[in-house]
C-alpha cells in the first residue's frame, strides 16, 4: 500500500528518500516519486516502475536537495500512470504527498475549479495540494492545519512549500503517519521502518495531529489545535531484519522462519499467566462472558481456528467477524465481550475502525493480538499480546499466521484455566506441546522436495479446492488464500461435509482436491468426503497425519506428516500449504513477494 518518506537535513537527502521507499517497497505499490527542493524550485522524478528505476532517475538527473518528500503510491484513484504518481505539484510552488482516500474530493475539486486550478490527474490527492496552495498565506504549518479541516476520509500526507525550505508539515487521520527524530535532521515516514538506517527514535502521531519537522525542531498540534507532546521512543529492531540472506523470496525465507519466530513467541515461565497479555488482563479476563474477535485476511482465519480452541479449551463463546463487514452492520453490543482484534501490522484500516466502532458501541474491553508493538491497534486496545515474527516482507502472510495461532492458544489456555477448565496437569501437558512445536514444525519444513514435486502439477490448474473439517476447516481456508493470491490459480475452501450441498457439483478429474487430513475424531468422516470426490474423478491431495491409513493409490496422492499434534495440529498442516502455494507460484513465474494488485499493509478502506 502506499508509502511516504520525508526528510529535513543539512545534508542532500535523496537517497534517504530513495532507501526509505526502498524499504517500503515490500507493502506493494504501482509508481513511485520523490520531490526535493532545489535551489528554493520543487524538482521531482516519477516512476511507474520499481523504486530502482526511479532510484536510476534520480542519479542520472542530478536530483539534490535538503529537503524532500517520496512516495510509493497504491492506485485508487485514476491509473498507475506517471502523471497520477506523488508527489503531485500545485502551481510549482507545493508539493504533496498522501496516503489514504479523500471522499469530498469531488466538490473540492469543482470549488477549486472555480478558483482557476486546472487538474491534470485523476487523483483525490490533487485536490489537497491544490486546496494548500490555495490557502498559503506564508506559513505551511498553519495552512496545513486549515486545509485538512475541509477533508473528509483517511490520509496522512506530507507537503513541502518551495518558499519554506527547511520544513516538511505532515498530518494524519486514518492513516498513520511518524516522526523520525535525528541530530540536526528529522524526518517523516507512514512506518517507521523507512528510516532504519537514518534514526532509531521516533514519535508516533495520534489522529488529528498535525506536524511540523525542521532541522532542529518537531511541532504538533493535535486535532483540536492544541499544541501536543507525542513520547519519542528508542525503537531499535528495525535495522537490517529486511535482508533476503539465501532465500529466492522473502516468503521463502518467512516461511522457513517459523520454527525461530514460534519459539520467540510461546512465553516463557512454565505457566500460562494473564500476565503476558498485559497490566489488568487478569481483572478483565474474570469480568467476561465471550469474545468478539475482528480481523481481516489470514488475520481473520486466525481468529476462526481460535474459535474452535475457545470454545472447547476455554468453553467462552466466541464470535468471529470480518472486520469490513463488522463495521457496517448494527449489532448487538456485549459490554461484557472481549473485543479482540488480531492484526499482521496493527495498521489494517477496516480492522483499526471495526475496533473504533465496537469502543464507540461501548465495548469496554479490549485486546490487541499483533505483529507491531508500536502500531495503531496495541495502542488503542486495554491489552496486548505481541506476537514475535520479526518483520514479514512477503505480501502473504506466512509467520504471521503461525505465531497469531501461538498467541490465541496462548489466550485459549489462560481463559480455560481462571474459568476452572484447565487444570495444572492440562497446562503442563499444553505447555510441553508448545515448547516441541518448533521442531515438529521443522519436520513438516523437511517434507519441502515432495511439495515441489506436487507444485508442479499444481503450476498447471487454473482451479483447486481445498478441503478440512472442524479445526482444519480455517487451516484449508488458508490454504486457498495463500495459492490464490501469489499463483493467481482461483482456489476454494470448503468444509469438507458441505462439499454435497453444491461445490461437488465442480469435481471432475481436472479439479484438483487438496485435503487436511489430521488424525482426529472426524477422520472417518472426513474419508468419506474424500470417497465421494473420488467417485466424480476428482484427484486427490491429501496432507496426512502418521496413523490415519490414507495412502496413495490411483487418484489419491499422500504426503505423509510427520505426527499428529493433537489441539496445535492446525499450526502444523498450515505450513505445507504455504509452501504447495509457494512452489507452485514460483513454478507459474508470478512476483511472489508483491503479487499483482495486493499490498502488505492496506491502510485504506
Ligand atoms: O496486517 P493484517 O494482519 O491486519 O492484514 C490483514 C490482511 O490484509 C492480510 O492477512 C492478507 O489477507 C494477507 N495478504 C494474506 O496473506
Redesign the pocket.
Known sequence: MCGIVGAVAQRNIVSVLVEGLRRLEYRGYDSCGVAVLSHGEPRRARSVSRVSDLDAQVRDTHLEGFTGIAHTRWATHGAPVTHNAHPIFSRDAVALVHNGIIENYESLREMLRGKGYEFVSQTDTEVIAHLIHSMYRGDLFQTVREAVKQLHGAYAIAVIHKDQPHTVVGARQGSPLVVGVGQGENFLASDALALAGSTDRFAFLEEGDVVEITLDGVKIVDGEGVPAQREVRVVAAYGGAVELGPYRHFMQKEIFEQPRAITDTIPQGDHFDASLFGEGAADVFSGIDSLLIL?????YYSGLTAKYWLESVAKIPTQVEIASEYRYRESVPNPKALVVVI???GE?AD?LAALKHAQSLGHKHTLAVCNVATSAMVRLTELAFLTHAGTEIG???TK?FTTQLVGLFVLAVTLGKLRGHVDATQEAAYLAQLRHLPAALNSVLALEPQIIAWAEEFARKENALFLGRGLHYPISLEGA??LK?ISYIHAEAYPAGELKHGPLALVTEAMPVVTVAPNDALLEKLKSNMQEVRARGGELYVFADADTRIVSEDGIHVIRMPEHYGLLSPILHTVPLQLLAYHTACARGTDVDKPRN?AK??TVE
Open positions: 480481523a481481516c485476511g489470514t488475520s492484526s499482521q501490522s489494517t480492522t505480501v502473504a502472510s504471521a488464500l495463500k493470491e495486493l499493509s492496506v
